[in-house]
Structure formats: structure tokens, C-alpha cells
């Protein structure tokens, strides 16, 4: 027996309340959220090229998309969590006290998944929030039904879960925060972008976390964009059950990765 | 709780670390473990505990390895320097996260808090810790579960000498009551005082493994005093050793501070002054070894 699972799960959210670190995550769940709001009240029919309004499904969808493509920052923030164990070297310490190290780790997995659900709850309510009162404000209707957009900013708030535990299992397998950090917002902001550009690799971009998550939000401007840019025909995405089931795949890759990763490593 | 270290082996690429180490540390004593820096005793303290895999060889607390133990953090106590603290966390953040982590409640965490004088920089961040202070927060958090073995990585580094002292006072403390303590040092005069016992290790190898007085072979007391000429005569005249570095100064071989004084008092000679002469670990290394490195 090793330290009992509560405690764990005890000490892994005194550490996470006890620094700043939940306080940023609220304020980046906030401005996502807001940020979404934003560009509802400047009106898709503004924005360079003009999309469709508010008042029409794909107006609506761009919106809930973009508010999908934040879905990095709660990964960052699972990112900054597990790597600030080795950069301020408590995992020593931490090891100590929970030498079967796997409990740890699945009690962090556990405590950030609650975090990250929590994360996407903020911001997706925050941007529902907006949407509405946005369209209250200009005198319009949704493009899209209100169950639908809910059932849309439920998806997006539980690919931010996800999101975050994909980040946490960066953190562990790559330690190094810096590098961690630069790999996590590399690979969303780059990596994916330059994939979709590429002919024969572009077919991969639905499995990939983005393409999935772009099919579970319905969201294909970015692709669709690219495609227009380059004159190649986008990628086809999953439909929105198997882009589901593809970011689940991943995010129990994450696990086992981030719980079988540590437990060989010399802690120095 | 015995401690026993069975054949313990570590390479790191192509640096051999540790090489078939074994030694005991038996139950309520106060071990010192010596060694140049460099010589392994870090890494054998990670691999004691588990967060060092090694090649060979078993360490045990009572029987069990170190992740075996039903409560690690309640059974084995470690303060090494390597181990940080969030740098935004307070003195009291850190003990709270590992007391939850451990099981212990918030009246163990000002107990140990108060008992290492943690309670006077509870509330700054560790950031701003001195070595002193983070090193008190050190012990503070592997006395939180109270354990009865206690396993210290070269504890007084980087500690001025007020802080020296209050550790080495708070060590004798502990081991008043009964714990089993094994403490590492470069620095032999560090710890001689405090310690029992000796394990003595060198290019991870082990040297020796003894009490604490066997270490210095025979020990020499330095006299400075007038009639140096006639007592250096004395002494040599019944048999024992005597030097003479300069004229009014003898080295003498074999006998201890009180024989000197008593044989000067008996020959009628006045001494000036009178020391143990303090080996460092390299003379007593030399002397292990036969001078032969």
C-alpha cells in the first residue's frame, strides 16, 4: 500500500488551488469565453473574407468553432502542471511521499480532467452567454437551435477536458516545461496548419486531435480556408461520433503514456 | 528499523556510480556516511529510496524496500538537496500539499512547523527562502509523518554556522529519541561529533564500515610547552611515538589528550597547550587505505 487515493487526490488539489495557476486558468477560460462574444458582437458578415451572420447556421458554427480552436490553452495549462513538478524539482518530494509513482500521476490525470472540465464549463458557458445576449442585443435568432448550440458548447467544453489531460501526459513524457510548453503550442498552432498542406498527409488531419476536434464541433473554416488558399480539396472530416471516439483514443494514449513515462526514469 | 543495503550497483552511461555496495545501519543509531564528494553517496541515498532504479542490489528498511513500506513517508524521513519547492507556494502551502499528500492533518503541520522553527517564515513564498530556511522547510516536510528513520543528503551545505549548529543540535534531538539516522557528509568534523557509526565509501565503493572512533588508526595530540626537550625524551624513553615539527611543539602518537596531560603532570612539565589533532578525511582516507592512493 502506498498513500491512499483521497489523500492523493487531496494534496494534487491543495497544489493546484494554492498557486495562481487555477487563476490563470479562469481567466483564460473567461476570454475565450469573451472572445467568442467579440467576434459575435463585430458579426461574422464583418470579418475579412465576410462569412455568413450570426442568423445563419454556418455563422453560428464559425463561432462555436473559434471558440473550439482555444481548446490549446487548457492543454497548456495541464502542460504547466505536470512540468512545474520537475522544473521546481518537487518531484522528488512528491515521489517520496507516493513512491509507487503511477498513484500521483493518476491522481493529477484525475484532479486536471476535473479542471479541465471545469475550464471548458467557464468558457463555453461564458461564450453561449454571449451568443445569446448578442443576438438579443442586434435583434436576431441564432442560426442554429439553442438545443444545438448547447449540445455544441457541451462537446466543446468536454474536448477541453481531453485537452488537458493531452496536455498533462506532454508534461510528464517531455519534463522539460519550456520544451513542453513550446511542443503543445508548436504543434497546435503550427504543426497541424503546415499537415493539412501537405496532399498525402492531409488525409491523416481528421485523426489528428485538431481534425477530430474539428469534427465534434462542426467546425471546418480553417480547413475549408486552406483548401481555398491552395486550391487543393479539404480534408474530409470524421463525422462527429467518430471524431469523439478518435480524441478518447488519444486521450488514453495520454494516460498510459503519462503513467507508464515516469515510473522507469531516475529521479536525480 | 535496520537499514541494510545489499550489493547496491548504479552506472550512468559509462560512469560507473556505485559498485556492489553493502552495509547495515543498525536501529536507533546515528551513522555517518562519508565519502569525497562524488563518491556515490547521493546516488545510494536515491537509490535507497527509490528514485534511483539500480543496476543491482536491494535496499531495506526493516525488510521492506522503500515503495514496499505499508507508509513510506511515516516509516523514512529524507531531506536531500536536490528536492524544491514551488517557488510561488509558502513555507506552509508546501508542508500543507505533502501533509495531505501523506495524511497527516494541519496540527501536524504547525507541530513540525514549530519544532523546526519553520513557523518563524510560514508565510513567505519560497522564493524568497534563505538556504537556512529552505533546508529547516526540508526537514519540516520529512518529519511530517514523524518517521522513525531519517536519511540526510549533506544537510548542512550551504548553512552558516548559526544554522550548523541548530542542526546539529536538532539531529542529537532526534536521535535522543531513539530514531535511526543516517546522514552523508564530504566533511568529516561535521558529523563526527553527532555520529555513532561510519560507513565510508570512495568511487562508489565502500572503504570502511565501523565506529566512528576506529577512523583515525592512532590518534596524535599536539603539546606545545617549555621543556619539550626533556618530555619528548620522557615519552620516547616509555615507548610511545613522539615528533617534534618545531622546537617547542610535539606531535605524539597513541595516546589520548587526558594520558598527555597526566604524563606531563607526572614528568613536571607545564604545558601551554594541549590538542586532539583533528584528521581530515583525506589523512583519514590515507590511513584506510595505507596511503596507497
Not at chain 1, 489528428?208 to 486552406?226: I, K, Q, S, V, W
Not at chain 2, 513500506?69 to 508546501?94: C, E, I, K, Q, Y
Not at chain 2, 548559526?162 to 566533511?187: K, N, P
Amino acid at each position: 500500500m502506498t498513500a491512499l487515493p483521497a489523500a492523493l487526490l487531496a494534496a494534487e488539489w491543495t497544489r493546484l488551488t494554492s498557486t495562481r495557476l487555477w487563476l490563470w486558468g479562469l481567466l483564460a477560460a473567461l476570454g475565450s469565453g469573451a472572445f467568442v462574444g467579440l467576434l459575435a458582437l463585430a458579426g461574422p458578415e464583418n470579418f475579412t473574407p465576410p462569412l455568413p451572420g450570426l442568423d445563419t447556421a454556418q455563422g453560428t458554427h464559425v463561432l462555436l468553432g473559434l471558440l473550439g480552436c482555444t481548446v490549446f490553452a487548457p492543454a497548456l495549462l495541464g502542460t504547466v502542471a505536470v512540468s512545474s513538478e520537475y522544473r521546481h524539482r518537487t518531484i522528488t518530494t512528491t515521489t517520496l511521499f507516493a513512491p509507487r509513482r503511477w498513484t500521483w500521476l493518476a491522481a493529477k490525470l484525475a484532479v486536471y480532467t476535473g479542471a479541465g472540465l471545469a475550464y471548458g464549463a467557464v468558457a463555453a458557458i461564458v461564450a453561449g452567454g454571449a451568443l445569446f445576449g448578442v443576438a438579443v442585443l442586434k435583434g436576431i435568432t441564432l442560426g442554429l437551435p439553442t438545443v444545438t448550440v448547447a449540445a455544441l458548447l457541451a462537446r466543446i467544453a468536454l474536448t477541453m477536458a481531453v485537452y488537458t489531460l493531452l496536455g498533462v501526459a506532454v508534461g510528464a513524457l517531455l519534463r522539460n516545461q519550456v520544451t513542453a510548453l513550446v511542443a503543445v503550442g508548436a504543434y497546435f498552432y503550427m504543426i497541424e496548419t503546415v499537415l493539412m498542406l501537405i496532399p498525402g498527409i492531409k488525409e491523416l488531419y481528421p485523426y489528428l486531435p485538431g481534425g477530430a476536434t474539428a469534427a465534434l464541433t462542426g467546425f471546418t473554416y480553417l480547413a475549408d480556408a486552406l483548401a481555398g488558399q491552395t486550391g487543393t480539396s479539404a480534408a474530409h472530416l470524421l463525422s462527429a461520433p467518430a471524431g469523439a471516439a478518435v480524441l478518447v483514443c488519444y486521450a488514453l494514449i495520454a494516460i498510459a503514456v503519462a503513467v507508464a513515462a515516469p515510473l522507469r526514469r531516475d529521479i536525480m | 528499523m535496520n537499514i541494510e543495503v545489499r550489493g547496491l550497483t548504479k552506472a550512468f552511461g559509462p560512469i560507473t556510480a556505485v559498485t556492489d555496495l553493502s552495509f547495515e545501519v543498525e536501529a536507533g543509531s546515528v551513522t555517518g556516511f562519508l565519502g569525497p564528494n562524488g563518491a556515490g553517496k547521493s546516488t545510494t541515498m536515491r537509490m535507497m529510496l527509490g528514485l534511483v532504479a539500480p543496476a543491482s542490489g536491494t535496499a531495506t528498511f526493516g525488510g521492506d524496500r522503500y515503495a514496499d513500506l505499508p507508509h513510506p513517508s511515516a516509516t523514512v524521513g529524507a531531506v536531500l538537496d536536490s528536492a524544491g519547492f514551488h517557488p510561488a507556494h509558502t513555507a506552509r502551502d508546501h508542508l500543507r500539499v505533502y501533509a495531505r499528500m501523506g495524511g497527516y492533518g494541519t496540527a501536524r503541520v504547525n507541530q513540525v512547523a514549530d519544532l523546526t522553527g519553520v513557523s518563524a517564515f510560514a508565510g513567505r513564498t519560497t522564493r524568497i527562502l534563505s538556504t537556512g530556511m529552505r533546508q529547516r522547510l526540508s526537514l519540516a516536510t520529512a518529519l511530517l509523518g514523524d518517521p522513525q528513520v531519517l536519511l540526510l543528503d549533506e544537510p548542512s551545505n550551504g548553512l552558516d554556522p548559526e544554522g550548523i549548529a541548530w542542526l546539529r543540535y536538532f539531529l542529537r534531538e532526534l536521535a535522543a529519541d531513539g530514531r535511526t539516522i543516517l546522514i552523508s557528509s564530504h566533511v568529516l568534523g561535521k558529523i563526527e561529533h553527532m555520529a555513532d557509526h561510519v560507513v565510508v565509501i570512495r568511487d562508489g565503493r565502500l572503504v570502511t564500515t565501523g565506529p566512528v572512533t576506529g577512523l583515525y588508526g592512532s590518534a596524535t595530540v599536539l603539546v606545545r610547552c617549555a621543556q619539550a626537550d626533556r618530555f619528548a625524551a620522557e615519552l620516547m624513553e616509555s615507548g610511545v611515538q613522539v615528533e617534534r615539527p618545531r622546537p617547542d611543539l610535539l606531535r605524539i602518537h597513541g595516546l589520548s589528550t587526558a594520558q598527555v596531560a597526566t604524563a606531563a603532570a607526572s614528568h613536571g612539565v607545564t604545558l601551554r597547550e594541549i590538542t586532539r589533532e583533528q584528521p581530515t578525511l583525506e589523512q583519514v582516507f590515507l590511513h584506510l587505505t595505507g596511503g596507497s592512493r
